[in-house]
């Protein structure tokens, strides 16, 4: 699954990331964020840093510094 948080304010993709990780079907096993490198620092670091969830085994860094993956449980 992959959604993409450009745009968004880091509250609203933040509130957006735990609503979809929340409904998120059990066979969904991984999310890979969107989040962009040059204006989406702000965005990353809320994804990498501060972004908590039941769901979440860990968060991987990709080649792409524009994107996380999430690994869910």
Not at 36 to 46: A, E, S
Not at 61 to 66: A, D, H, Q, S, V
Request: charged share 35%.
């Amino acid at each position: 699954m992959e959604v993409d948080i450009h745009g968004m304010t880091s509250r609203e993709a933040k509130r957006d990331l735990e609503q979809l990780l929340s409904r998120a079907d059990k066979n969904i096993k991984e999310v890979r964020v969107v989040h962009g490198y040059h204006n989406g620092q702000v965005l990353r670091d809320m994804v990498r840093r501060q972004l908590k969830h039941p769901r979440i085994a860990s968060k991987l860094l990709c080649l792409n510094p524009g994107e996380t993956r999430l690994i869910l449980k």
